[in-house]
């Protein structure tokens, strides 16, 4: 119970810090929409939103919890019997 715990807290905090990475690329998008922004703003937003979108790729990737992606595709065991057998 305590590993499936673990990786949910994992995920907890992995899923709360790309989600107000998400809110800060929803406004970067935003500024890009706007026709009338210059050359050297629309520059230094298109770098932002290419930073966020790593860091947002970073955190997925980084949301590990004893070898396990909490965030993942691939399906994984997480329940633990007290012998250390995997469900």
Known sequence: ISQAKGAVDVAT????????????????LTKLADTTLSADARDSAQQSYAALRTQIVNFANDATYNGFNALGDQPQNVATSVNGSTY
């Open 13 to 28: 905090v992995a899923a709360t810090g790309i989600a107000s990475m998400l809110e800060q690329t929803r406004g970067v």
